[in-house]
């Protein structure tokens, strides 16, 4: 990479009617906003019109609208302007670095990263989101080992094609030193995980975004590909329509691959028991589905192992209700055979 990317006080300048369409999803005006943000009225005047504001007065008002800053922002590379003294994001291949997204995540087995916006130097307009790993601590035999894993990405892409549930991966590759990019195309949205932070999603909404997470996982299956790790931070939902996007495929299983970026495991609800003891087909990703869907349709995080009757209490169509049951039960072979056998127990739910 050709500078450091930092992570800096910013200024960031908000598209006026992007805010405008939020705005009017919530049915707010102007003072609607200014009751929901803890700024003066005039900052926040200034945020809503688009003027050039600090990143962090800005996100007050994307967490008000229940979005993101990024969601928001001006279609241009230059909306964010460093502080006088700090460095630039910096670059990367064709790539500037314009916005970092996400704190300091881990891998399950300690790979550090975090989630980038990025602009292609060359084609105005052309935005890509970056996951960057940190491989700064690897050792150097370990590292090539790593990378080779970490490029499973553009090989799920491929295989899968351009599946509507899928990213368009652009790069996957490192920098020769310290860092290895995965590059997709950008698409405006938030993370399941986001959503279900306001509570749990509407009966409609519920019933096109699990239906659509079945659908890619059966897309999955059916290239011999294992999600395994999928969780609600996995799943987005574009702004345009709400349809379902699966991220950060370079943690999946490719059945007859060699081994994936993860191999130890933190405790995690949405895990099939199995995968801790890493034995895992398609029926762990069965089990996922189920703790998403409860967790999407409550607003609950589900427990590690359920109890049979954890969806009795959730407002569901019976079928889809004897279904998810099913698909939690600890031992594999008591579970559904595959995505197939859900889509058609849930093919009336409307």
Same mark, same amino acid.
């Given at each position: 990479?050709?500078?450091?990317?930092?992570?800096? $006080?910013?200024?960031?300048?908000?598209?006026?009617?992007?805010?405008?369409? $939020?705005?009017?999803?919530?049915?707010?005006?102007?003072?609607?906003?200014?009751?929901?943000?803890?700024?003066?009225?005039?900052? &926040?005047?200034?945020?809503?019109?688009?003027?050039?504001?600090?990143?962090?007065?800005? *996100?007050?008002?994307?967490? *008000?609208?229940?979005?993101?800053?990024?969601?928001?922002?001006?279609?241009?590379?230059?909306?964010?302007?460093?502080?006088?003294?700090?460095?630039?994001?910096?670059?990367?291949?064709? #790539?500037?670095?314009?916005?970092?997204?996400?704190?300091?995540?881990?891998?399950?087995?300690?790979?550090?990263?975090?989630?980038?916006?990025?602009?292609?130097?060359?084609? +105005?307009?052309?935005?890509?989101?970056?996951?960057?790993?940190?491989?700064?601590?690897?050792?150097?035999?370990?590292?090539?080992?790593?990378?080779?894993?970490? *490029?499973?990405?553009?090989?799920?892409?491929?295989?899968?094609?351009?599946?509507?549930?899928? +990213?368009?991966?652009?790069?996957?590759?490192?920098?020769?030193?310290?860092?290895? #990019?995965?590059?997709? /195309? #950008?698409?405006?949205?938030?993370?399941?995980?986001?959503?279900?932070?306001?509570?749990?999603?509407?009966?409609?909404?519920?019933?096109?975004?699990?239906?659509?997470?079945?659908?890619?996982?059966? @897309?999955?299956?059916?290239?011999?590909?294992? /999600?395994?790790?999928?969780?609600?931070?996995?799943?987005?939902?574009?702004?345009?329509?709400?349809?379902?996007?699966?991220?950060?495929?370079?943690?999946?299983?490719?059945?007859?691959?060699?081994?994936?970026?993860?191999?130890?495991?933190?405790?995690? +609800?949405?895990?099939?028991?199995?995968?801790? /003891?890493?034995?895992?087909?398609? $029926?762990?990703?069965?089990?996922? #589905? @189920?703790?998403?869907? =409860? =967790? *999407?349709? &409550?607003?609950?995080?589900?427990?590690?192992? +359920?109890?049979? &009757?954890?969806?009795?209490?959730?407002?569901?169509?019976?079928?889809?209700?004897?279904?998810?049951?099913?698909?939690?039960?600890?031992?594999?072979?008591?579970?559904?055979?595959?995505?197939?056998?859900?889509?058609?127990?849930? /093919?009336?739910?409307?």
């Amino acid at each position: 990479m050709d500078g450091p990317i930092r992570r800096r $006080r910013g200024y960031v300048k908000l598209d006026a009617a992007k805010v405008r369409r $939020r705005m009017h999803e919530f049915g707010w005006d102007d003072n609607d906003v200014v009751d929901h943000i803890s700024l003066d009225d005039r900052t &926040t005047r200034r945020i809503i019109a688009g003027e050039q504001v600090q990143k962090a007065k800005a *996100a007050k008002l994307a967490e *008000a609208l229940k979005t993101t800053v990024a969601a928001l922002l001006v279609e241009q590379a230059t909306n964010v302007h460093a502080d006088q003294d700090s460095e630039h994001f910096g670059t990367f291949g064709e #790539w500037n670095i314009v916005d970092v997204l996400s704190d300091h995540c881990k891998t399950s087995n300690g790979l550090e990263y975090e989630i980038c916006r990025l602009e292609r130097r060359l084609v +105005p307009g052309s935005f890509g989101r970056g996951k960057h790993y940190n491989l700064r601590y690897l050792r150097t035999e370990d590292r090539a080992v790593i990378e080779n894993r970490l *490029a499973r990405h553009p090989t799920v892409c491929d295989r899968l094609g351009r599946h509507p549930s899928f +990213p368009e991966n652009k790069a996957a590759e490192g920098d020769g030193r310290d860092s290895f #990019w995965v590059i997709d /195309r #950008w698409e405006d949205g938030r993370t399941l995980a986001e959503m279900i932070a306001s509570g749990p999603l509407n009966k409609t909404v519920l019933c096109k975004t699990i239906r659509e997470i079945a659908e890619a996982l059966h @897309a999955l299956h059916e290239h011999k590909i294992i /999600r395994r790790e999928l969780t609600p931070a996995f799943i987005m939902l574009r702004d345009a329509d709400l349809s379902v996007l699966l991220t950060d495929l370079e943690l999946a299983k490719i059945l007859e691959g060699s081994r994936t970026v993860s191999t130890e495991w933190k405790e995690n +609800p949405f895990l099939a028991p199995e995968v801790f /003891r890493d034995k895992c087909d398609e $029926r762990s990703d069965v089990f996922s #589905w @189920a703790q998403i869907l =409860y =967790y *999407a349709a &409550t607003g609950k995080k589900p427990d590690k192992l +359920p109890e049979p &009757t954890a969806f009795l209490a959730v407002e569901l169509p019976t079928a889809v209700k004897e279904i998810a049951r099913r698909c939690v039960a600890p031992m594999p072979d008591s579970r559904p055979g595959s995505m197939k056998d859900v889509l058609k127990a849930i /093919r009336d739910w409307k």
